[in-house]
């Protein structure tokens, strides 16, 4: 049932694709909680997906911009201002691609074109999201900005590749950033760290299903699904998360903090008896 969390809000959300999208999730709960949004991902990723249906479902409008491009992020910040009459309140960079990861190369023999990619793609975007949005003065004060991230920036996954690199430079630029924004408009800004999520981007990691069934064993409270993060980002967006900023927020039932589950030693010994 929703709160209305979000009344008289309103929001830019990067990164929707189809339904198995957080972000897609997050546009649709933030609506419900009485929010106004704007979506927005590149012109080859609304041909791929079906980003204009979310948006009629919505109320709301599509302006395609690729977030590495700062002309085109500026066009969308102008967009999306005009659209609204003015500033706005939270925004969303749920974006995350890696050609080394598509093209199955290894982390010991990255194609460092590809690695230049995979970080402008995944991370840097942030940063020129955030600087165009300042120097526009878009955001309001009191505002907040998320991104979503994932614990393999602080510890080591196999295959996650460069990916990892990816995510903890998002998570750096998270807290620089923060104090900039912080400091200068009240705006606050954090990353939330999402469980193995079976999303269109993650489906891309080998041995993903794997994985699920591993954290789903290792996690207390189970894997947070798409549906359930996007119930935490709309709290962040909301008044009552006004002071917390720069930080990196797991949601993941728990596995960040666990060092070894009943579950899984009795899958290990199971598996020793063989």
């Known amino acids: 049932m929703a709160n209305q969390l979000l009344k008289g809000k309103k929001g830019l959300i990067f990164g929707a694709l189809n339904e198995q999208s957080i972000a897609w999730k997050v546009a649709e709960k933030a609506v419900e909680e009485g929010a106004e949004i704007v ?14 249906r979310l948006a009629e479902k919505c109320g709301t409008i599509v302006v395609p911009a690729d977030a590495t491009n700062v002309e085109e992020l500026e066009n969308l910040f102008d967009k999306t201002m005009e659209h609204f009459g003015g500033g706005f309140d939270f925004m969303l960079h749920s974006i995350g691609m890696s050609p080394n990861v ?27 999201a955030m ?15 998320v ?62 299903t794997d994985l699920l069934e591993y954290a ?31 930080q990196n927020l797991y949601h993941d039932g728990g596995f960040s903090s666990m060092g070894m589950s009943h579950e899984v030693m009795a ?3 199971k598996g020793l008896e063989k």
């Open 267 to 269: 899958t290990y010994i």
């Open 216 to 246: 789903e064993k290792f996690a207390p409270l189970g894997n947070g699904t798409a549906e359930e993060c996007a119930s935490y980002i709309v709290t962040l967006f909301s008044d009552y998360t006004r002071k917390i900023t720069m």
């Open 102 to 128: 598509r093209k199955g190369f290894a982390y010991d023999n990255l194609n460092y074109d590809f690695l230049n990619k995979t970080l402008d793609i995944s991370a840097v975007s942030f940063h020129k």
């Open 39 to 52: 979506l927005t991902n590149t012109a080859v990723s609304m041909r791929m997906g079906a980003i204009q």
């Open 131 to 145: 600087q165009v949005a300042r120097r526009k003065d878009a955001i309001n004060e009191w505002g907040s900005i």
């Open 147 to 208: 991104a979503l991230t994932y614990m393999a920036a602080q510890r080591t996954v196999c295959d996650y590749n460069d990916m990892a690199d990816a995510k903890a430079l998002l998570e750096s630029i998270a807290r620089s950033f923060g104090y900039v924004y912080g400091r200068e408009k009240r705006v606050r800004v954090n990353t939330v760290s999402q469980s193995p999520t079976l999303t269109t981007a993650g489906s891309g990691v080998a041995g993903l």
